[in-house]
């Protein structure tokens, strides 16, 4: 059985697949930024002293986490819809994206926090710092600096889950291979072109979130700088 590749019909559709990985950071950009607020802000509360703060935001973590990304689209997709509430498949898609992946932010940021030594944190109060500068420069930054690697890989992590979102025709890089595949005949060949697209777009993502962790934690570039010079 041979098979002979014939990427040219596939090739013609680049329009097609460009307009989808636009999509693909269209969903992956602002999942991104928004669903790693809500994580933090999920982090600090399920640290705080508030009882029931603490457990719904438990409660949410576990249920999304415990639960296929998947079912949680659908669940937004079809059941806002059911209650009256008729949202666009990009909303119900960028939405879901959040949803989730501010729950395992959550856990990334609460590790990171529960990391900090409590010294740290007396000898801070000692100084005469607030609590709300307590938390940001002893807590808060020095927490994401540690964890940064594991949160890059979660944030890449959600852009190639953004693939399951075609489920429910959103026009991402996988909905649009789906579609030339089946206009060309050509399944091994779309498909191939769309595993190169998400790599490349993996390796951009990951080296755009080390430029901007370069940036802002200084003293991760000033250790990079040393171990380089050794």
Not at 158 to 172: H, N, P
Not at 193 to 201: C, G, Q, S
């Amino acid at each position: 059985m041979s098979y002979e590749f014939d990427f040219a019909s596939t090739l013609a559709a680049w329009p097609q697949f460009l307009d989808g990985a636009w999509l693909t950071i269209q969903l992956s950009f602002p999942a991104t930024l928004l669903g790693f607020v809500i994580g933090t802000l999920c982090a600090i509360g399920r640290r705080g002293r508030i009882g029931w703060i603490a457990r719904a935001c438990g409660a949410y973590v576990e249920v999304v986490r415990n639960t296929p990304l998947l079912v949680q689209i659908f669940l937004v997709f079809f059941g806002l819809a059911t209650l009256g509430w008729k949202v666009s498949a990009f909303t119900a898609a960028l939405v879901s994206l959040v949803i989730n992946v501010g729950a395992y932010s959550c856990e990334i940021m609460r590790a990171g926090m529960d990391s900090i030594h409590k010294g740290q944190v007396e000898a801070a109060e000692c100084l005469g710092l607030s609590r709300r500068q307590v938390y940001w420069h002893v807590i808060l930054r020095p927490a994401m600096e540690k964890v940064y690697p594991a949160l890059t890989s979660q944030f890449v992590l959600l852009m190639l889950a953004s693939s399951i979102t075609s489920q429910i025709s959103v026009e991402e890089l996988t909905a649009v291979a789906a579609r030339v595949q089946s206009d060309t005949f050509r399944p091994f060949e779309a498909y191939i072109l769309v595993a190169v697209a998400y790599l490349a777009l993996s390796l951009l993502m990951r080296a755009g979130l080390w430029a901007f962790g370069q940036l802002i934690f200084t003293r991760r570039r000033r250790l990079g700088a040393q171990g380089a010079g050794r």
